[in-house]
């Protein structure tokens, strides 16, 4: 079961005010990695594979905190990469953007995928625009959470946009 303190490979290329990880991190709610455990989820935006609750058989969720600009310079193993589906953001450099999701957005979205809303919804607590994603995206959420597996959730994505 995926734990309940995120793991963020950090990489310091956004804004540091704006930068939701290191808030994560400053309110012990995230660790900072230098290197991926084995066992890890990697949410990854070019990841061919949903997250699903199937994916819950892994032991850490890793998030990969990097500007937009360069995330197609990173490369990780296919088997264990993740991306999310269809979502709009509420941070306020993307709001509405559909997959523009701050870090904290991403690990939230993934925890209530996964099953746990609580801790998503305690993460995203420390925004004050945070519980607006939950409300911008509760009922493609529901469905994904609901979801058995990658194929499901991609086939539940198609009635969102």
Same mark, same amino acid.
């Given at each position: 079961m995926v734990g309940d303190l995120p793991l963020i490979l950090y990489k310091n290329e956004d804004d540091p005010k704006k930068c939701s990880a290191?808030?994560?991190?400053?309110?012990?709610?995230?660790?900072?990695?230098?290197?991926i455990p084995s066992n890890s989820v990697?949410?990854?935006?070019?990841?061919?594979?949903?997250?699903?609750? #199937?994916?819950?058989?892994?032991r850490h969720l890793v998030a990969i905190d990097v500007s937009w600009e360069n995330v197609d310079n990173y490369h990780f193993p296919k088997d264990s990469t993740r991306s999310l589906p269809y979502m709009l953001a509420a941070?306020?450099?993307n709001y509405g953007k559909p997959y523009k999701l701050s870090t904290v957005e991403a690990?939230? #979205?993934?925890y209530y995928i996964l099953g746990k809303?609580?801790?998503a919804e305690r993460l995203l607590q420390k925004f004050s625009w945070g519980m607006q994603f939950i409300n911008l995206?509760?009922?493609?959420?529901?469905?994904?959470?609901r979801a058995k597996n990658s194929a499901e959730v991609t086939d539940m994505e198609k009635l969102y946009f």
């Amino acid at each position: 079961m995926v734990g309940d303190l995120p793991l963020i490979l950090y990489k310091n290329e956004d804004d540091p005010k704006k930068c939701s990880a290191r808030k994560l991190k400053r309110f012990k709610l995230a660790v900072f990695i230098s290197r991926i455990p084995s066992n890890s989820v990697i949410l990854y935006s070019d990841s061919s594979i949903r997250l699903s609750p #199937a994916d819950s058989v892994y032991r850490h969720l890793v998030a990969i905190d990097v500007s937009w600009e360069n995330v197609d310079n990173y490369h990780f193993p296919k088997d264990s990469t993740r991306s999310l589906p269809y979502m709009l953001a509420a941070n306020p450099v993307n709001y509405g953007k559909p997959y523009k999701l701050s870090t904290v957005e991403a690990i939230a #979205a993934s925890y209530y995928i996964l099953g746990k809303r609580e801790l998503a919804e305690r993460l995203l607590q420390k925004f004050s625009w945070g519980m607006q994603f939950i409300n911008l995206n509760r009922n493609p959420l529901d469905d994904y959470s609901r979801a058995k597996n990658s194929a499901e959730v991609t086939d539940m994505e198609k009635l969102y946009f």
